[in-house]
């Protein structure tokens, strides 16, 4: 029995918000789901995610959107690709062609025209067809949250958070999800470097929904961009009762944790975050945000001298057969990270090999073409990095430094070029590299005062150029 708090057609109608389904459990569990995307958490009073989506195809098979919300959340995902599953390119075959059959509304056909664009990889496209929703349905919070994850995936930060602001003044705070978008506009302000506004709107959330754990995070993101690495710390402990729950986001908060430690240059507490937390989600649910953090940190702690032994070759099971994925760049520059840090260099080999097929033939895949231009320099870039070819790293590497956030993700996930840059300026044998590499740390001081991570970084250029 789905709780009383979910709403059923007729309540969805009284939003503004109509369903065609006659369903009152379609609806139901067509919010149960939205509510689990929302609060990044598996309810198991519903059958968590898995057992929910189940639910809504038994209860009504021909439920348009049903069949968008289950669909879109496996594409957003981005842990698995249309080229490759025949099963998923179906299901996004079989929703186009029950909404052709079907009396919709304009903002369903909307919702069904998006998840076809971001199914071919055309991002853009999608958060276009989200935004066009949302301008008449402004509390249609599925088209906010997969707009939400577009941007994201482009590395589009002004998107974030004038998305959410356009909408903010339509919802009121008796409505379901209210506080919740608090989280989302603070993480726009972060990532737009509002940090203070941040900061304060995410603490709005908090005040409303302790157990909120995207405004944790943009606050753990707001912490790591300015270096404030005690707040940080006391900040994620003191409230890992209440976020630890959103099962989907814990791993990643985590994640922010052992960064401190790093900065801190604590690598034995961050390698047991890795151990005890990171990896072990990571196995556990092979979700992409998971493995890209658990690939990063691992990079992350070798690059400062760190020995990280066997746990490669332990991440190289599970990103090794997403190899041939390519859905975005983001998630292809963890997977060589791994490969690399297993010295898996047929593996590295075929993930670079692909990219570069795909790169000639991009047709409409905004991820493809950006191969061309941006995705497989950095791959080599990597490759050069790990054989010891400094000189070849700056090379490619600095001229895309400013173009790097095109491939997405976050400030802090994105952090980590910018730490294989001036590790491989420093570490070239050319001179006019080495300057280069001391004006970056530089350029990183100014940005970050009072960071120790900068501060070894700066005492490393100086022990070996001077």
């Known amino acids: 029995m789905l709780a009383s708090s979910f709403r059923d057609c007729k309540a969805w109608c009284a939003e503004g918000l109509p369903l065609s389904t006659s369903s009152n459990e379609a609806c139901k569990l067509y919010d149960a789901i939205l509510t689990q995307y929302v609060k990044w958490q598996n309810d198991e009073n519903v059958g968590g995610f898995e057992g929910s989506i189940s639910a809504i195809q038994a209860a009504d098979p021909n439920f348009v959107m049903g069949h968008v919300i289950s669909t879109g959340l496996e594409l957003v995902s981005t842990a698995s690709s249309t080229r490759l599953n025949e099963r998923l390119a179906g299901a996004v075959r079989r929703t186009v062609e029950l909404a052709n059959s079907q009396v ?155 960064l401190y430690f790093i900065e801190k240059g604590q690598y034995e507490a961050a390698l047991q975050i890795y151990d005890s937390q990171v990896i072990r ?56 990270m791994a490969s690399l840090g297993a010295k898996d260099s047929g593996t590295s080999r075929r993930l670079l090999e692909g990219l570069q097929e795909l790169a000639k033939e991009p047709g409409e895949n905004q991820q493809h073409h950006l191969a061309a231009s941006l995705g497989v320099s950095v791959c080599q870039a990597m490759m050069e990095y790990d054989q010891g070819n400094y000189d ?16 997405g993700g976050s400030d802090a996930q994105r952090d980590i070029f910018n730490q294989l840059l001036i590790h491989a300026a420093i570490k070239s044998e050319n001179k006019h590299h080495q300057k280069m590499g001391r004006c970056l740390v530089l350029e990183r001081d100014a940005m970050r005062p009072n960071s120790p991570l900068t501060g070894r970084l700066m005492q490393r250029a100086l022990a070996l150029h001077n």
């Open 281 to 336: 989600r990571c196995k556990a649910t092979g979700s992409m945000l998971d493995t890209v953090d658990a690939s990063s940190m691992l990079c992350r702690l070798e690059m400062e001298g760190v020995c990280v032994k066997d746990r490669w070759q332990e991440l190289l099971q599970v990103t090794r057969p997403h190899t041939d994925d390519h859905v975005t760049l983001f998630n292809d520059v963890h997977f060589l």
């Open 104 to 258: 919709l509304s304009p903002r369903e056909r909307l919702h069904v025209s998006a998840m076809e664009h971001f199914s071919h990889g055309q991002f853009s496209k999608a958060c276009n067809v989200w935004e066009d929703i949302l301008v008449d349905h402004p509390t249609d919070m599925l088209a906010l949250k997969f707009s939400h994850d577009g941007y994201f995936y482009m590395g589009a930060q002004a998107h974030l958070r004038d998305s959410v602001a356009r909408v903010l003044p339509y919802w009121k705070p008796h409505m379901p999800f209210f506080s919740y978008l608090k989280g989302m506009y603070s993480f726009g302000l972060m990532e737009t470097h509002f940090y203070d506004q941040a900061l304060k709107v995410a603490m709005e959330g908090l005040a409303m929904t302790p157990q909120d754990a995207w405004s944790v995070h943009s606050v753990a993101h707001v912490y790591e961009m300015k270096a404030e690495v005690d707040k940080g710390l006391k900040f994620l402990e003191s409230r890992e009762k209440d976020w630890q729950v959103s099962d989907v986001l814990a791993s990643h908060n985590y994640w922010h944790w052992a």
């Open 392 to 407: 070849r790293t700056v090379d490619l590497l600095y001229p895309l430094r400013y173009r790097v956030v095109e491939m």
